[in-house]
């Protein structure tokens, strides 16, 4: 269905066909992109009951049989959704070409690829697949319009971002996957009158009977529809960095301070750690530019304490020379650069990677983490506040700290020793011992920021990490609760942040 002039929200007869396929083959590897894995099962989805039913009988077929040895061989359902947009949408043969899947990955051949494609095909023709696709129709409209109706963004995102990228996009095509979960996925294409951009998104929940697709909205990003925007910068992106792939290696170390952090995002090395902090500058322009400077430079800071710490520079000298100097710099790639300028000075600056506190406010909640593996963390909490230490315990438990947990009813110096993790309020003892070494203080019911000098008077939640004045080398985590104010719900605690302030209507300031 287009949404607007050159965008096309689908659920394409190749996707929903490979989606078939890897449903019969239920594969261990690919078992997490399963439906059930997010707790909807055919008895609530009568879409998933539907396909169970009528390719059930196909279940031994030799395209299932060969989607098997594929997933096995580490072909992932990102890459089975590049393989169905290699064929042709009438007749599912091959049309297209499996270079970048050989890339990927050396253990697949052309030879076999060749062969799934025909076993693709024949599936199609045994099973009458058309024949359940036509039925559908009107399912899949349902879908389409629901997705459409509920991110009007699509228009502004593509007029921004081929701005942004300095590239004719003559197509950006959304592609819906109704049958699998957890894939955000986005490939370019060049075609007859530009380039041809395509995002693929797997469904998040379900609701009386039609899937819902998470577009990564939420308080910590700014309502932005974050997988959206990725799905439009990321095929861009990421052929500019593959080029450029020689000149920066020699910043692979920028990577290994964050590694473990980043190994939570799936990210790996330093190559996708440029690509992902690429596409947060491209998100931060957006934010920048519909929501105004101050919102993009709190969602770029909200970035940064997730582990890209990378991101404020990048941005900074994209907003200052890039966007402004189109004559300058007539394309993305010919901006890369001077992107390469700016790892070089952080290079030099951070000596490669191993002074990371120079490139970020310090200390971090990171550093916390680090510190309180080696000799175990105390958590200390006012009474009022167990479901917030709950919460706290459960992120000590997720980054793997020993801990104990006791209220402030008898708090000794001695308990004050080591690291410790402290939940009170702005009124109590606690908060009172740690008030003047805060980068942040409340008078009454304001709190004062010491590093903008803003002042807010309707704070919920204040976090931030300092020296432990008890105990040298190691740190003191606090969180003070507003104790007239409702706890904002379900905020992280990101691991590179040094101070958090939020409101009751969310994220306020962040360094």
């Known amino acids: 269905m287009k949404a607007a002039q050159g965008i096309y929200v689908e659920v394409d007869p190749r996707t929903v066909l490979i989606e078939v396929i890897i449903r019969l083959a239920n594969s261990k590897t690919l078992k997490d992109n399963r439906p059930e894995a997010l707790g909807i099962s055919p008895s609530r989805y009568q879409y998933l009951k539907d396909i169970d039913e009528y390719f059930g009988p196909y279940q031994d077929s030799r395209a299932v049989e060969i989607a098997k040895k594929l997933a096995d061989k580490g072909m992932d359902v990102g890459d089975m959704i590049y393989f169905a947009l290699q064929l042709d949408p009438r007749d599912f043969s091959k049309a297209g070409n499996w270079e970048i899947l050989l890339s990927k990955n050396p253990a ?22 058309q024949k359940f696709y036509r039925a559908k129709k009107e399912f899949y409209g349902d879908v389409v319009q629901k997705f459409i109706e509920e991110n009007p963004e699509l228009e502004e ?26 894939v955000v996925y986005a490939k370019s294409f060049q075609g007859d009158e530009g380039i041809v951009l395509y995002g693929a998104l797997g469904l998040s929940g379900e609701k009386e009977g039609i ?30 960095v593959e080029q450029n792939s020689e000149a920066i290696g020699k910043y692979q ?17 330093f190559r996708e750690f440029l690509i992902t902090t690429l596409d947060y500058v491209f998100m ?43 004559k300058e ?50 958590v200390i909490y006012s009474p009022r506040y167990v479901l917030e230490a709950k919460s706290l315990s459960g992120e000590l438990e997720l980054y793997r700290v020993p801990f104990i947990v006791k209220d402030d009813t008898n708090v000794s110096t001695e308990d004050l020793k080591g690291d410790v993790a402290i939940i009170t309020g702005p009124k109590e003892f ?22 903008t000098g803003r002042h807010y008077e309707s704070v ?19 969180e003070v609760i507003s104790e007239d104010l409702t706890h904002p719900a379900n905020y992280p605690v990101y691991p590179l942040f040094h101070y958090m302030i939020f409101e009751n209507t969310g994220l306020v300031e962040i360094r």
């Open 108 to 129: 697949l051949s052309e030879e076999e690829l060749d062969e799934f494609a025909r076993a693709v095909r024949d599936f199609a023709v045994e099973s009458n697949f």
């Open 460 to 478: 919920a939640i204040f976090r931030a990490v300092i020296p432990n004045p008890f105990d040298e080398g190691h740190f003191i985590y606090i």
């Open 157 to 182: 995102i593509k007029d921004l971002g081929s701005s942004y990228f300095r590239t004719n996009v003559s197509s950006w095509h959304l592609v819906l996957l109704p049958a699998t979960s957890r």
């Open 329 to 378: 710099y007539p394309t993305f790639p010919s901006f890369f650069p001077r992107l390469l300028n700016v790892l070089d000075t952080i290079y030099v600056e951070t000596k490669g990677g191993e002074k990371i506190s120079n490139a970020i406010p310090s200390p971090t909640f990171w550093d916390f983490i680090q510190s309180s593996r080696k000799s175990g963390a105390r």
């Open 211 to 240: 899937p819902e697709f998470h577009t990564g909205r939420g308080p910590q990003v700014e309502w932005i529809p974050a997988y959206i925007l990725w799905m439009f910068s990321n095929p861009l992106v990421e052929p500019v």
């Open 253 to 269: 170390s920028l990577y290994s301070p964050v590694e473990e952090i980043m190994r939570f995002w799936g990210i790996t090395n």
């Open 430 to 451: 606690l908060y009172k011992i740690f008030e003047k070494k805060l980068p942040a203080y409340f008078n009454g019911t304001v709190l004062y920021s010491k590093t």
């Open 284 to 326: 931060t322009h957006y934010v920048s530019s519909t929501m105004g400077p101050e919102q993009g430079e709190k969602f770029q800071w909200l970035v940064k304490s997730e582990g890209l710490y990378l991101l404020p520079s990048l941005s900074e000298v994209t907003s200052k020379e890039y966007i402004p100097n189109p």
